[in-house]
């Protein structure tokens, strides 16, 4: 795999490498010695997914507070999205700054979030699916989220929403 480090601290895009050979090829997703090289949280505690019916589709931006605080790893197995993390790490030099990565069941990356940097996502197909490897198992009374829209951030999101939870569009504005 390759850990391609972004400009938020320990947040990675990874690349799996292929072996290839004429029936098409292999590549690793996860190793636990290559995410502890790299300081990354290796603790597997829950996998799920996510299914989008439809270009546009926002889901985010989610977070869990401690002591149940979660580290992810995300990747797009069907269809093509707009992955965005946001930094909420008070101490963080990048606090309050936010990256993306287009993730598409074609280019195969996967994304790295580490523990305090809520996580989001924008459909930019019909039909997409997500898969999540998740550190902490869900916690409801931990479960935390700021607006996808949020003049704080000014994330810059490519198509206009189409669908949100209302959980999500309930969520309040930054007041830090």
């Not at 390759?2 to 690793?28: C, N, Q, V, W």
């Not at 101490?91 to 523990?115: C, D, V």
């Amino acid at each position: 795999m390759k850990f391609l480090e972004t400009k938020i601290k320990g947040a990675f895009l990874i690349e799996p490498e292929r072996i290839e050979d004429s029936r098409g090829f292999f590549a690793r997703t996860w190793s636990e010695e290559e995410f502890m090289a790299f300081s990354l949280n290796p603790h597997l505690a829950q996998c799920s997914i996510s299914f989008n019916a439809k270009k546009g589709t926002l889901r985010g931006m989610h977070t869990q507070a401690p002591p149940h605080s979660e580290a992810k790893l995300v990747r797009c197995t069907m269809g093509a999205l707009f992955d965005v993390l946001l930094d909420l790490r008070p101490a963080s030099p990048t606090f309050k700054q936010w990256i993306s990565a287009e993730l598409t069941s074609e280019n195969r990356k996967m994304i790295y979030i580490p523990e305090g940097v809520a996580h989001g996502f924008q459909t930019l197909t019909d039909n997409t699916e997500v898969f999540y490897q998740i550190s902490e198992r869900y916690h409801p009374e931990s479960a935390r989220g700021v607006r996808w829209d949020d003049e704080a951030f000014k994330i810059q999101w490519p198509l206009p929403v189409g669908d949100i939870s209302p959980r999500d569009a309930a969520f309040e504005r930054w007041a830090k």
